[in-house]
């Protein structure tokens, strides 16, 4: 073999490595300039009250490729955007209660659907008066119906109000919305052909195999009903066993959460791929494997766990919206990107907000759902990208809906204070007349917490289920103190609900778990678990959530007792201590009954 016969492959793929290496390098860089700015005007937008997902949006608009051109690489940034909603409806899975389906979770579903078929109708007509022909006006109505889960999330997340009647509304409408995007992106093709929009090269084979289009239709509606129901079988059915069969071989080295919180991810990626092989979004399948998974007791820890990484890809993702903004187009439709952004505020705030009173809601529930939902959404740039590819919209047309879309993101979290104003006002105003039993009604009543039976005076906390934290359980069972306990060992889980205790599995520092464990109305929190640095962290958090509740905790030495105070704890059980006092009253009790029973003894001799 000659030399240059052996180097040309060697510098084939030497090439080719430096290629994949610089391709790496991009994206690293692309990624260094998105987190840093968005730190940066993040940072500088909540210093102004501003919110911090517009700062995300300006923060992309700045290192965008119609600004600093800092982002060289837009593609890398919308597979990662894409991760991020993907991660966000299986988190928004999680959270979902069975109980909550059967009690109100259909009536409020309903308001999601007819709000947004309704939304679509009346902003169809505007998108005529604008310009748009009738196929393309259709799909920016259906793109604009859509709101913004992420957003509303960080809004509701930030006010402590996921778990109050308009928040559980609003989630419920903003998934009925998600789960309706899938029908508009299969009916994004069809409207292009009625409207006369050639949708890629005519298939010959197909036309000259004579297969009705309704045989092919059924045949992709067949496969994609059958991987649905292949996800629901193996999360309700095989997941739970895998998972508790994970519990039972539990040997002790504390890695239990990591092989759920990776087994739960693996779950949500396959059903994401699952239905994206089929023809359903990935955003679908997630939302299904969240779901089965908020069937099992792990569902708060899991939701704890993740939401570092969801919040950090959000951020990534809004960054990468505001990569898409366009100045120039910005100033060269400024009228109209401003009227279209109040027609879309005012036109969802009434559809959405008029539809929830109709059907039965409060007017303050009705109010601040309306406003909470009133922005354009995730989906929204993914319906708006799949009429871009199905040639309904041009790319012009395109950029100016995006633009409406972005500032109401940015003008949406503005309006809640001005909500809540209104809302309050609008308390007394009455329910609807034709609605005599409604489950939006009897959801209105607070309350803020995961389990409202256990709401009440003098219920107790308690974190952490070993030998401390059973035996303070059983004293105060005996005074008829209720309690609800936290523990992360999955045996005892299972065995005390069993046995008819609440106790919810998780981590005692995972807000999550204890916003779940009711921790906000709780009279009192007593931490008794053996690990003093959870005990410190579990302090904290917990004092966060609740400033007023009273905490006990449970330390080994004196010299972290101090600490635990300084992060939060009201009063602090020390062992050594403790162990002293109840030996020296042990002893004192036993030499006393020594010295009785020796006089009892000498009595009768001296008799």
């Known amino acids: 073999m000659h030399t240059h016969e052996l180097v040309s492959p060697l510098l084939v793929l030497a090439q080719s490595a430096e290629s994949a290496h610089a391709g790496g390098a991009r994206l690293l860089l692309d990624l260094l300039a998105i987190l840093a700015t968005a730190a940066v005007v993040a940072a500088i937008f909540r210093r102004l009250h501003l919110g911090m997902i517009p700062g995300y949006v300006v923060a992309g608009a700045i290192v965008g490729p119609h600004a600093f051109g800092l982002v060289q690489s837009p593609e890398n940034v919308e597979n990662i955007s894409r991760l991020a909603v993907i991660l966000l409806m299986f988190t928004i899975g999680l959270m979902l209660e069975a109980r909550s389906l059967r009690s109100g979770m259909v009536s409020s579903l309903a308001v999601g659907v007819i709000s947004t078929v309704a939304t679509v109708l009346l902003m169809w007509p505007v998108g005529l008066l604008f310009g748009s ?33 308009h928040g559980r509304l609003c989630l419920a409408i903003s998934i009925a919305q998600d789960l309706l995007s899938v029908v508009m992106l299969a009916a994004l093709p069809l409207i292009a052909r009625v409207g006369g929009v050639q949708v890629g090269p005519v298939d010959v084979n197909a036309v000259q195999s004579g297969v009705p289009a309704a045989l092919e239709w059924t045949a992709a509606i067949g496969r ?11 999360g309700y059915a095989v997941l739970p066993r895998l998972l508790t069969w994970l519990g039972r071989s539990k040997d002790g080295s504390g890695g239990f959460s990591e092989l759920v919180l990776l087994l739960s991810a693996a779950t949500g990626l396959g059903a ?6 089929v023809g359903f979004s990935p955003e679908m399948g997630a939302f299904l494997a969240g779901f089965m998974l908020s069937l099992s007791p792990f569902r708060h820890q899991l939701a ?26 910005l100033v060269d439709h400024w009228a ?25 809601a409060t007017a303050r529930t009705s109010v601040l759902s309306g406003v909470y939902l009133s922005m354009g959404g995730e989906f929204s740039l993914v319906v708006l990208g799949g009429a871009l590819t199905a040639g309904l919209i041009t790319i012009e047309v395109n950029a100016a809906i995006v633009s409406v879309i972005v500032i109401t993101l940015i003008v949406g979290p503005l309006l809640v204070p ?15 007349p034709w609605i005599r039993d409604s489950a939006l009604r009897e959801a209105s009543p607070e309350p803020d917490a995961a389990h409202p039976e256990l709401i009440g005076c003098g219920n107790v906390v308690i974190a952490g289920f070993g030998p401390v934290g059973r035996h303070i359980a059983q004293q105060l069972e005996r005074k008829g103190v209720p309690i609800t306990v936290i523990e992360l060992n999955p045996s005892t889980v299972r065995r005390q609900t069993t046995l008819g ?15 779940s464990a009711g921790v906000r109305h709780a009279e009192a929190v007593i931490i008794t678990v053996p690990d003093e640095e959870a005990v410190l962290k579990a302090c904290r958090v917990v004092r966060e959530l609740s400033p007023s509740v009273f905490i006990a905790a449970r330390m080994s030495f004196l010299s ?13 059980t020390v062992e050594e201590i403790a162990t002293g006092d109840l030996m020296a009253r042990d002893v004192l009790d036993k030499i006393v009954a020594r010295r009785a029973a020796h006089t009892e003894t000498l009595t009768p001799e001296a008799t």
């Open 304 to 329: 704890g766990q993740l939401q570092p990484l969801r919040d950090l890809l959000l951020a990534v993702f809004f960054t990468g919206v505001g990569l898409t903004l366009d100045p120039a187009v």
């Open 501 to 515: 205790r609440t106790i919810v599995y998780g981590d005692v520092a995972n807000p999550e778990v204890l916003e």
């Open 418 to 432: 001005w909500a809540h104003r209104m809302a309050e006002r609008g308390a007394s105003w009455p329910l609807a």
């Open 272 to 277: 994401a791929l699952a239905t994206g092989a």
């Open 133 to 165: 022909n009738g196929s393309a006006s259709l799909a920016i109505a259906m793109a604009i119906a859509m709101s913004s889960t992420a957003v509303l999330m960080r809004v509701m997340q930030e006010r402590r109000e996921l778990r109050s009647p």
């Open 336 to 360: 109209k990107i401003g009227v279209g952004v109040l027609v879309v505020l005012a036109l969802k705030t009434l559809v959405i907000g008029g539809t929830s009173w109709m059907l039965g």
């Open 224 to 234: 994609s009903i059958g991987a649905i129901a292949g996800i629901v079988v193996v």
């Open 560 to 572: 972290q007792a101090m600490r635990a105070k300084e992060f939060g704890a009201d009063h602090v």
